[in-house]
């Protein structure tokens, strides 16, 4: 690795900013996982097929979920690059652009699918249990209902975290939070609408975040922000620039989730025991994954500054900083979780071969997960943020299919490991995507990628 030569006198960050990007970046990344591990932890006093219903949907929801933030991210790089620049004024304006897309396409997306809700679930996982599939329809319809909340929401926070103000999008997590626990409660224990109550509590835990997050980023005094929001101004050249972004990390996203449900599928046909193995398993992943998340969301914003302002050099010196201390944090939750994983799978109320299962592939997953998650997923957004989109894109869609798709099947149903063969698809999908991501990063082509 070849040594840097900077001027640390002339960086456009000091380590207190980093500090005040990161540290609420992380709170608000646990505090987002939770809404979700609190719907299945919840819901697990109803029943294993409570916990497996909201598994299954949260695996389509994902899809939705990050094709939505993959819109939040373009937005969030444009208008990185124009602050970088010191262009504010078109930073606004790109904001503007941003929420009409947003808005657009997932008011289009939440209403196509709750017309074909139960047609949806039969067609992916037709196989499954009547009570599981009774379960997951429940919990399906507040959750499409609150996509365009959602979709906004993450928008506006994309904006705030590109001014470097994540404080704030720390605070809107807390909120939705204390609703969606407290909701929870009360619908599923109180009121005892299982697991349409954890559905109606995330519901309104997105929408009341959402509106309070509108106001936010409709107030003046902030650098971006979304100037006559009642006034219509369509600009397709700014469309173009969100979107030069925001479809290849959108493809990315949709075809890798799209290999995510597949795999769900083939988990299903495994049995109910795998499939509520795997919803601990992707629960308490997402936890081990939380520092390389919110390190991730924060070199859009610094690394996107320096590509803005032309300094590649500030953005390769970030980028190696950053990496360094999502090991760090990494190998720490890493750790926790490997030793904890029988009290956590204990939690969900599992059958006995569901949580012996769970504690394996968690076990199992942790090692995996520090030794190369951040290379393959923390990485890749150094590269989106300095526009190189589509060489991510590639080598994530071929890296899904080739790899942990195939291989999910041939590992887990031909050779008969089950749930087991198709983690270690998973890993090797990992490496592979590291190893091009690496190469990438160190040879420099992102570089030379212009976004604005």
Same mark, same amino acid.
């Given at each position: 690795?070849?040594?840097?030569?900077?001027?640390?006198?002339?960086?456009?960050?000091?380590?207190?900013?980093?500090?005040?990007?990161?540290?609420?970046?992380?709170?608000?990344?646990?505090?987002?996982?939770?809404?979700?591990?609190?719907?299945?932890?919840?819901?697990?006093?109803?029943?294993?097929?409570?916990?497996?219903?909201?598994?299954?949907?949260?695996?389509?929801?994902?899809?939705?979920?990050?094709?939505?933030?993959?819109?939040?991210?373009?937005?969030?790089?444009?208008?990185?690059?124009?602050?970088?620049?010191?262009?504010?004024?078109?930073?606004?304006?790109?904001?503007?652009?941003?929420?009409?897309?947003?808005?657009?396409?997932?008011?289009?997306?939440?209403?196509?699918?709750?017309?074909?809700?139960?047609?949806?679930?039969?067609?992916?996982?037709?196989?499954?249990?009547?009570?599981?599939?009774?379960?997951?329809?429940?919990?399906?319809?507040?959750?499409?209902?609150?996509?365009?909340?959602?979709?906004?929401?993450?928008?506006?926070?994309?904006?705030?975290?590109?001014?470097?103000?994540?404080?704030?999008?720390?605070?809107?997590?807390?909120? *939705?939070?204390? !609703?969606?626990? /407290?909701?929870?409660?009360?619908?599923?224990?109180? $009121?005892?609408?299982?697991?349409? %109550? &954890? #559905?109606?509590?995330?519901?309104?835990?997105?929408?009341?975040?959402?509106?309070?997050?509108?106001?936010?980023?409709?107030?003046?005094?902030?650098?971006?922000?979304?100037?006559?929001?009642?006034?219509?101004?369509?600009?397709?050249?700014?469309?173009?620039?969100?979107?030069?972004?925001?479809?290849?990390?959108?493809?990315?996203?949709?075809?890798?989730?799209?290999?995510?449900?597949?795999?769900?599928?083939?988990?299903?046909?495994?049995?109910?025991?795998?499939?509520?193995?795997?919803?601990?398993?992707?629960?308490?992943?997402? *936890?081990?994954? !939380?520092?390389? /998340?919110?390190?991730?969301?924060?070199?859009?914003? $610094?690394?996107?500054?320096?590509? %803005? &302002? #032309?300094?590649?050099?500030?953005?390769?010196?970030?980028?190696?900083?950053?990496?360094?201390?999502?090991?760090?944090?990494?190998?720490?939750?890493?750790?926790?979780?490997?030793?904890?994983?029988?009290?956590?799978?204990?939690?969900?109320?599992?059958?006995?071969?569901?949580?012996?299962?769970?504690?394996?592939?968690?076990?199992?997953?942790?090692?995996?997960?520090?030794?190369?998650?951040?290379?393959?997923?923390?990485?890749?957004?150094?590269?989106?943020?300095?526009?190189?989109?589509?060489?991510?894109?590639?080598?994530?869609?071929?890296?899904?299919?080739?790899?942990?798709?195939?291989?999910?099947?041939?590992?887990?149903?031909?050779?008969?490991?089950?749930?087991? #063969?198709?983690?270690?698809?998973?890993?090797?999908?990992?490496?592979?995507?590291?190893?091009?991501?690496?190469?990438?990063?160190?040879?420099?082509?992102?570089?030379?990628?212009?976004?604005?």
């Amino acid at each position: 690795m070849r040594p840097l030569k900077i001027d640390k006198s002339e960086l456009m960050f000091d380590s207190r900013f980093l500090k005040s990007l990161i540290i609420p970046l992380l709170i608000e990344t646990l505090l987002s996982v939770t809404i979700g591990l609190m719907d299945t932890i919840m819901v697990a006093g109803v029943g294993e097929h409570a916990v497996s219903g909201v598994s299954l949907i949260d695996s389509i929801s994902a899809l939705f979920i990050f094709l939505f933030s993959a819109f939040a991210t373009g937005g969030a790089v444009v208008a990185s690059q124009y602050l970088g620049k010191k262009e504010p004024e078109n930073a606004r304006y790109s904001a503007k652009q941003l929420m009409y897309l947003s808005i657009g396409f997932s008011v289009a997306v939440s209403a196509l699918l709750f017309v074909f809700r139960t047609q949806v679930l039969h067609l992916i996982y037709g196989t499954i249990d009547a009570d599981v599939m009774d379960s997951a329809v429940m919990y399906f319809e507040p959750i499409l209902i609150s996509f365009p909340f959602l979709a906004v929401l993450n928008s506006a926070n994309a904006l705030f975290r590109s001014m470097g103000k994540s404080r704030i999008t720390m605070i809107v997590s807390i909120i *939705m939070n204390v !609703i969606n626990v /407290t909701g929870n409660y009360i619908l599923i224990n109180i $009121v005892g609408l299982e697991t349409l %109550g &954890a #559905g109606i509590a995330s519901l309104a835990s997105r929408a009341v975040a959402c509106f309070y997050m509108v106001y936010k980023v409709t107030r003046p005094q902030e650098v971006i922000h979304i100037e006559d929001p009642l006034r219509f101004d369509f600009s397709l050249p700014m469309i173009r620039r969100v979107l030069r972004v925001a479809l290849p990390s959108g493809i990315e996203n949709s075809m890798f989730h799209i290999g995510k449900i597949l795999i769900s599928s083939t988990i299903a046909s495994f049995g109910t025991a795998s499939i509520a193995a795997s919803a601990v398993f992707n629960a308490v992943s997402t *936890m081990a994954n !939380i520092p390389g /998340t919110a390190i991730g969301m924060a070199s859009v914003t $610094v690394i996107g500054q320096c590509c %803005g &302002a #032309g300094k590649t050099d500030q953005a390769e010196y970030y980028g190696r900083k950053l990496m360094a201390l999502t090991y760090m944090m990494m190998g720490a939750t890493c750790l926790l979780i490997f030793i904890a994983a029988k009290p956590l799978a204990e939690m969900y109320n599992l059958s006995a071969a569901a949580e012996a299962l769970a504690i394996e592939s968690t076990r199992l997953n942790m090692l995996q997960t520090f030794l190369i998650w951040p290379l393959a997923f923390t990485l890749p957004n150094y590269l989106r943020a300095a526009g190189d989109v589509r060489f991510t894109m590639f080598v994530s869609v071929a890296s899904m299919w080739i790899f942990r798709v195939l291989l999910s099947v041939l590992l887990g149903t031909v050779l008969g490991l089950g749930f087991i #063969g198709v983690c270690w698809g998973m890993f090797i999908d990992w490496y592979c995507r590291a190893a091009f991501f690496v190469y990438r990063f160190l040879k420099g082509g992102w570089k030379t990628k212009k976004v604005v």
